[in-house]
Every structure is written in structure tokens, then in C-alpha cells.
């Protein structure tokens, strides 16, 4: 098993290691006296993971309770939120209980948010069943739901106790959330790691998925604890996002995260005319699209409604070479123009 240790606003430890679901409650009660547990996840993985930690937290002592929403992107909202925060007044969930936030990025976000809201803050931990969450969304403390106007829109920063991922859950992900989860990966790798890079792209990673995982995962840290609220370093976590989240509002959110992230990391290169090829081929390795079916056109304007743009300002992360990036705030006027750059329509 390997220990990240982030030291935030709160400080806890990301444990990653396999067959880990099951020593929850054991790992838990090393950092909390036996408490009410409120689990927090969707209806797929309740059924998958739910009654295991249930049993696990409560052979160490926790009175456990469940609330399962609808599998999906489309529940996280507002109405799923109060739907969660009733159910945690219903069963009267103190301020000395724990509310365990079970799944992937939608209920890792709605149960952050929940605990960072009831009673203005309740202590919760992460237990995240998808690759993505494990890398990215279970670990920072960015809690949220989206608004019509916008994903994660309305939200909080609350920093969990515990961060509890199972490379055995990870190992058995359908593809498609393999590959998600890869995307993010290969984020870390031209972000702060070459040879992570490049071990995302020849496969060998899934060998050394822990070691892999924990590399990921401190890396983020290291953003984290430079930048917890997002107004500085922190922002080298949205390399790939701007142009990877365009492609997804341009397709209506018919594709996933992780390959709107693939594109965007070749849009990055692209835009700042280093490593294209090598990182083309790693996106495409990892089974990510790498290329936009939509103009630069269509892109930017899409981007120009982006929450990250701040005034008449958008900060771009553009790659200097695999494994460091930099930060460019630019005028939103000239975005179109790393727009063309990004889908090569003007080199
Ligand atoms: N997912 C980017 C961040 O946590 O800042």
C-alpha cells in the first residue's frame, strides 16, 4: 500500500492499495472514534461496493446508513443535493458523524458538497470507484454540482479526512472509464512527469497501477497544497480542460471527460507547437480521441463562456516541453487564434 499525505486547510492521507474497499473501517478508526457513517453514492455502485463497506466500516465500530441516487452525470444537481442533505436531517446526522462520499466524480463531488454544507460542514471521506476520481476528483477538496448555466458552478472547497482508493476496483473498470481515468493521467505526465508520460503511453503503467496512481496523485497534491483555492499554481490542473471542455459543450456532453481531456491535450500541444506528435501518439495509445470534429470557431466561442475566464482574461496551460508547462493568460480576443493553433488550422 502507498500513503500520499496532503497538507491543506485539512491534512489527510490518500491510501492506495489493493483490496483496500475492505479495510475501510479499519484504516478509518486509526483517525476517528467509531461514528454514524451517512454513505452518500449512486444506485451502479451501491450495488457493486455498497454492502461491502457497510460490513467493513461496521466491524470497526461505525453505525452505517446508505442513500443511493441515479446513476449519471445528469444527477449532479441541485435537486439531487437537497434530496441528499433531507436525507441526512431525516436520519439526524450530527456534527460529530461522518458522511462517506462512495462512487465516482458524481458522487465524490454531490457527497463533498453535502458534508461541506449540512450543518456548515460535517467531516467526510473519499472512497473513489472510478480511475478519475481516484486521480483527479477524490483528492483537492473541490466539492460541486452543476447549474444549468454551467458544470460545477455552484460549490465548495472541503478537504476530506481520508482518501481510500482500491487498485483492485481499478484493475476491473469497464474500458471506457479505464480510459477516462487515463486521460488525467496523461495530464500529470505532461504536466510535471515525462517518463510518467510515457509509461501512460506504452501501456506499462497498468502493471505498476499503484505506483502509477500514487505518482498521479502526488503530483495534484503538490498542486494542492501551492494553490488549495485555485487562484495561482492550481490552474496547471486545467492543462488539456479549456479546449478538452469546449469539445464536450460542442458535443453536448455526448462524450465523455476523458476524451474531451484527450483532444484537449493535443490541442495544447498543438497551440504551443511542442511534443505533438509524442503526445498525439500517447493519447491515442491510451484508446483517447486526438482529434476536434468541431472548427476553431465553433470551439471558442463555446470556451468564451467558460467559468475559468476571469474579466476580459483566460489562462491557457500550453506544454513547453513533456513534463513542464507553463502558465499564458491571454486576452479572450486572442483565443480564437490558439484555437486555430490547437485544431491545426492555421500552424
Ligand atoms: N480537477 C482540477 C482541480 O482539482 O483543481
Partial sequence: MKTVRVEASGCYDVMIGSGILDQAGALLQKIMSPCRAAIITDDIVQGLFGSRVEKSLQAAGFKTEIFAFPNGEKQKTLQTLADALEWLAEIHLSRSDLVVALGGGVPGDLAGFAAAVYCRGVRFIQIPTTLLAAVDSSVGGKTAVDLKAGKNLAGAFHQPELVICD??????????????????????????????????????????????????????????????????????????????????????????HGQGVGIGLVMAARAAGVEIERTEKGVSACGLPVKSPYSARELAEAALSDKKRRGGKITLVLPEKMGKCMLKTIPVEELPEYFAKGTGENP
Wanted: charged content about 30%; proline content about 2%.
Fill in 167 to 256: 487498485t483492485d476496483i481499478m484493475k476491473n473498470l469497464p474500458p471506457e472509464l479505464m480510459r477516462d481515468g487515463a486521460a488525467e493521467m496523461l495530464k500529470y505526465g505532461v504536466l510535471a512527469d515525462a517518463a510518467l508520460f510515457d509509461r501512460m503511453a506504452d501501456g506499462s503503467w497498468l502493471e505498476r497501477m499503484e505506483e502509477t496512481i500514487a505518482q498521479c496523485v502526488e503530483i495534484k497534491r503538490d498542486y494542492v497544497m501551492q494553490d488549495e483555492l485555485d487562484n495561482g499554481a492550481r490552474q496547471f490542473l486545467n492543462l488539456g480542460h479549456t479546449f478538452g471542455h469546449a469539445v464536450e459543450k460542442c458535443a453536448n456532453f455526448s462524450i465523455t
